[in-house]
Structure formats: C-alpha cells, structure tokens
T-cell receptor, first 111, second 111 residues
C-alpha cells in the first residue's frame, strides 16, 4: 500500500476555477506538508501542519488553503487559479524524529 | 531560504563512485543532515541521514565533517538509474518545522 497518496495525479483546469488536491498518509504520522515544484525544479515549502499548529510560508498567496479533516489527511484547496499556479504539488508527512515521506505528486496545469 | 548549497550539476561515469558535496555552514547543533533524490518528476526519495557520525546504508554513504559544516554523499558504484536530482537538507528532528529544500545537484551518470 502506498504510504503517502495524492489524487489526482494530473489536473488540467481553466484560470479562475477553484480546485482541490487530496492527500492521505497511512503511516500514522503527526505532521503533513505541501510543497510546490516549479519548472526550475525548486521544491518550495508551502505549509506545515500537525494537529496543533499550521505554519504557512508567508510567500504563499491566501488563495491556497490546507484543510485537514483528520490526522491522516491534508487537502490543498486553491481558489481563483492563475497561470502561475501551474506546477507539480507534492504532499509529504513525517513523524517527529523520523524521515520525510513524499507522495508521487500532482501535476497542475492552468490554461 | 534553504540552509544548504550544492553544485547545480555533476557528471559521473557508470561504475565509478559519485561524490556529491553539500555545504551547510549555519547548521545548528540539533539539526540533522538528510539526503533525498528525485528521479524525473517522481516524489523525492529518502537516501540517508546523519547527525555527527558517518553513516552507511544499502544505498549510499554519508560523510559529515567534524565541524558539521559540510557533508558528502557517496554512491559507491553509480549506475544509469542513479541519474537524478540529489537534495541535501538540514532540519531538526522535531516535527512541525518548515523543511526547506535547496536547488539540489543534478547528477548525470554516463555510460
């Protein structure tokens, strides 16, 4: 079974739409993350979240919001999509004192 | 901002050792050095990590200098499948931190 799973793998949408990317981890981890990887392959941290605290990278537009229905899920909601939001988005999770596990990524294309 | 610097690219002949350097001169006492790699656009994959001592596992060896300001990842016998982007990242083991990746080193293993 996949440890960190994201859906969908590909997402093509029009500018101005609202979309969500789902992430689930079955590892019992405490903290989950969202990363954005642009065309230059830089992995930029967007959010860090555990059941106590949400940490937001201040460079992330407020059109992006993480939602956690429970400890195993951290979904990414994006409102009013823009062309510059096109990228690959990675979910990750870890337990304190352990390594980070990544999902396989969601390639978002905004037309 | 990332706390590590790596050369943007390196080449290595197949079957030879690949030595990938990383500078982390501002590393704190409680921060570990982690190495990940990313093949194509897959999710980053954990390779190895360490605090002070050198470490070895089935994938690689990690050499950390005594002052902990730099480290080297060694792939002892590089294969074509080791062609990837390798990321060096430092972070403390407590959860909830914003784990920032740098640009990584694009390793090209050539026949």
């Amino acid at each position: 079974d996949t440890a960190v799973s994201q859906t969908p793998k590909y997402l093509v949408t029009q500018m101005g739409n609202d979309k969500s990317i789902k992430c689930e981890q079955n590892l019992g981890h405490d903290t989950m993350y969202w990363y954005k990887q642009d065309s230059k392959k830089f992995l930029k941290i967007m959010f860090s979240y555990n059941n106590k605290e949400l940490i937001i990278n201040e460079t992330v537009p407020n059109r992006f919001s993480p939602k956690s229905p429970d400890k195993a899920h951290l979904n990414l909601h994006i409102n009013s999509l823009e062309l510059g939001d096109s990228a690959v988005y990675f979910c990750a999770s870890r337990r304190e004192n352990e390594k980070l596990f990544f999902g396989s990524g969601t390639q978002l294309s905004v037309l | 901002d990332a706390k590590t610097t790596q050369p943007p690219s390196m080449d290595c002949a197949e079957g030879r050792a690949a030595n990938l350097p990383c500078n982390h001169s501002t590393i704190s006492g409680n921060e570990y050095v982690y190495w990940y790699r990313q093949i194509h656009s897959q999710g980053p994959q954990y390779i190895i990590h360490g605090l002070k001592n050198n470490e070895t596992n089935e994938m690689a060896s990690l050499i950390i200098t005594e002052d902990r300001k730099s480290s080297t990842l060694i792939l002892p016998h590089a294969t074509l499948r080791d062609t990837a982007v390798y990321y060096c990242i430092v972070f403390p083991n407590n959860a909830g931190n914003m784990l920032t990746f740098g640009g990584g080193t694009r390793l090209m293993v050539k026949p």
